[in-house]
């Protein structure tokens, strides 16, 4: 940075970002197929057609078909992106989540309603895996955490257009308002499928497949600006030639090896699957896929209602996820998730108290059979502590998701690695969707009590395992998971000494 300063508004640069919104689609059709189920639960014409509520055992046996479909995939990720490349990675989860769509939305019986959702799960365990490593490695080291945060926000497009498309449904009825948002689960796929193959390959997975001279090229044309000795250009490639395997696991299909070889290995997977897991079970889910459930606790119990409250959380989570893509370079990975699980266990704290205030509120039922609260007061404060919950969590953990994940694998390990994360943020859905729509059904507002104190177990295991990765290069990394304690080797202030050439000619722990 102090040799040779890059701009992040260059021509070639600006050509780097548009291929990332390539990449980002997958995690826009991620998160309309992830929120869609809530979507479809709140539709009364869907649960008429397919006899379903918005709780209970039947609703986790519906969404979870998608995590499912995940889960089946995880033998084919590390093929996917190690074998195919990045590029078609990404283009064979799109194709299949086409088809999955197709089934999806032609069907009139649960059970091809159901197969549609797990070809979804499957095609988007592949795609959502290929596309954060495309973006982490095709972006330039400088702005990687910026550009590689900025990828799992563009959920929150996916989950707006989820929302929104499901809202105006509303105003139509019948199967047509429901239809019309299961088939537009193929909008972002065919996009991806259209274009993809204009990008250019990742450079590291080129460098690995002995395609050296093509990895240069794309180094030296979108990170150096067409100068082949532009220092970012020799750097990279030095780091390619010193830590990249060519001979590595990522070349056997059936090789899993490199995620268990030694301790700094498994300290990396370990670190990926706590992010991967800890962000779907910090209570998100619960209002990802059953607000509904959680709206009528708080007795927001209108189609309509719902669906405009949906609508707005989603647009305000994402504006609070850009936000925190923004500062992931500027604060760090480490206080970005300590803020978020900290101030996720202070709502589910204070979502606790304003429901079950509200619960013991209940007057009785009025001449429609609807029930009738008397404190309204606590009504809305379980609804604020629902926005503030989306804000808090997507400032923090939402740009982490997928950028995080990737970044802590080394090259060798990160298809594979990928998948297992996958693997986890599916069965972590999993418990999601059978634990807690039954859970609400039961017990309602004390499911609450469990967020409140799994977040701050959370809290705990982040402050002690999780170490920063801000300001270094992917290879790098190297040095940090080598290291005895990783988290204070990554948190320790290091002293630069460089000359007037921006050479450095001395380094040591400050």
């Known amino acids: 940075m102090i040799k040779e300063t890059p701009s992040p508004w260059s021509k070639h640069m600006l050509m780097v970002y548009c291929f990332s919104l390539i990449g980002?689609?997958?995690?826009?059709?991620?998160?309309?197929?992830g929120s869609l189920i809530n979507n479809l639960l709140q539709n009364q014409w869907f649960r008429e057609k397919y006899a379903v509520e918005n709780d209970g055992l039947w609703a986790g046996i519906v969404s979870s078909m998608y995590q499912i479909g995940g889960i089946v995939a995880l033998p084919f990720v590390g093929p996917a992106l190690d074998g195919l490349g990045r590029r078609l990675g990404m283009m064979t989860g799109a194709l299949i989540i086409i088809i999955g769509t197709i089934i999806q939305g032609t069907s009139n019986g649960v059970s091809q309603f159901m197969g549609g959702r797990f070809l979804l799960g499957f095609g988007v365990s592949i795609a959502a895996s290929a596309g954060p490593t495309y973006v982490v490695e095709i972006n330039h080291p400088a702005f990687r955490g910026v550009v590689g945060a900025m990828y799992n926000t563009l959920w929150f497009s996916g989950s707006i257009i989820s929302s929104g498309s499901a809202r105006g449904g509303l105003n139509v009825g019948g199967d047509y308002s429901w239809r019309l948002i299961t088939w537009l689960q193929a909008l972002f796929s065919g996009l991806i499928v259209l274009f993809v193959m204009f990008l250019p390959e990742s450079p590291r997975w080129l460098y690995v497949q002995n395609k050296k001279e093509q990895a240069k090229n794309v180094l030296t044309k979108y990170h150096g600006n067409r100068n082949p000795e532009s220092a970012w250009v020799q750097l990279q490639l030095n780091e390619y030639e010193a830590h990249l395997d060519m001979d590595g696991a990522d070349k056997r299909w059936w090789d899993y090896r490199a995620l268990f070889r030694n301790r700094a290995?498994?300290?990396?997977?370990?670190?990926?699957?706590?992010?991967?897991?800890?962000?779907?079970?910090?209570?998100?889910?619960?209002?990802?896929?059953?607000?509904?459930?959680?709206?009528?606790?708080?007795?927001?119990?209108?189609?309509?209602?719902?669906?405009?409250?949906?609508?707005?959380?989603?647009?305000q989570q994402f504006a609070f996820a850009i936000l925190g893509a923004?500062?992931?370079?500027?604060?760090?990975?480490?206080?970005?998730?300590?803020?978020?699980?900290?101030?996720?266990?202070?709502?589910?704290?204070?979502?606790?108290?304003?429901?079950?205030?509200?619960?013991?509120?209940?007057?009785g039922n009025d001449a429609d059979g609807n029930p009738l609260y008397s404190d309204h007061n606590a009504s809305k404060a379980a609804l604020?502590?629902?926005?503030?919950?989306?804000?808090?969590?997507?400032?923090?953990?939402?740009?982490?998701?997928?950028?995080?994940?990737?970044?802590?694998?080394?090259?060798?390990?990160?298809?594979?690695?990928?998948?297992?994360?996958?693997?986890?943020?599916?069965?972590?859905?999993?418990?999601?969707?059978?634990?807690?729509p039954v859970s609400m059904a039961n017990i309602g507002w004390k499911t609450y009590i469990v967020f409140t104190i799994w977040d701050a177990i959370q809290v705990v295991i982040v402050y002690f395992v999780i170490p920063e990765t801000k300001g270094r290069t992917l290879e790098e990394l190297d040095e940090i998971f080598q290291a005895k304690n990783p988290v204070k080797e990554s948190t320790q202030k290091k002293a630069l000494a460089v000359d007037s050439h921006g050479d450095v000619v001395n380094y040591q722990g400050a």
């Open 24 to 33: 980002f689609f997958c995690s826009t059709m991620n998160g309309y197929d």
């Open 265 to 315: 290995a498994v300290y990396r997977l370990s670190c990926n699957l706590i992010v991967s897991i800890f962000g779907q079970w910090a209570g998100n889910a619960v209002l990802s896929y059953f607000l509904g459930s959680v709206l009528d606790t708080a007795g927001y119990t209108g189609s309509i209602q719902q669906a405009n409250i949906t609508l707005i959380n989603n647009c």
């Open 326 to 363: 923004c500062l992931v370079d500027k604060i760090g990975r480490r206080p970005l998730l300590l803020f978020s699980f900290t101030g996720c266990t202070v709502v589910w704290l204070g979502m606790t108290v304003a429901t079950s205030i509200f619960t013991k509120s209940f007057t």
């Open 384 to 436: 604020a502590m629902i926005f503030i919950f989306g804000a808090i969590y997507s400032v923090g953990i939402t740009p982490l998701q997928a950028l995080y994940p990737v970044e802590v694998l080394s090259f060798e390990m990160r298809a594979k690695g990928m998948a297992f994360s996958s693997l986890a943020v599916n069965v972590a859905g999993l418990l999601n969707q059978f634990a807690w």
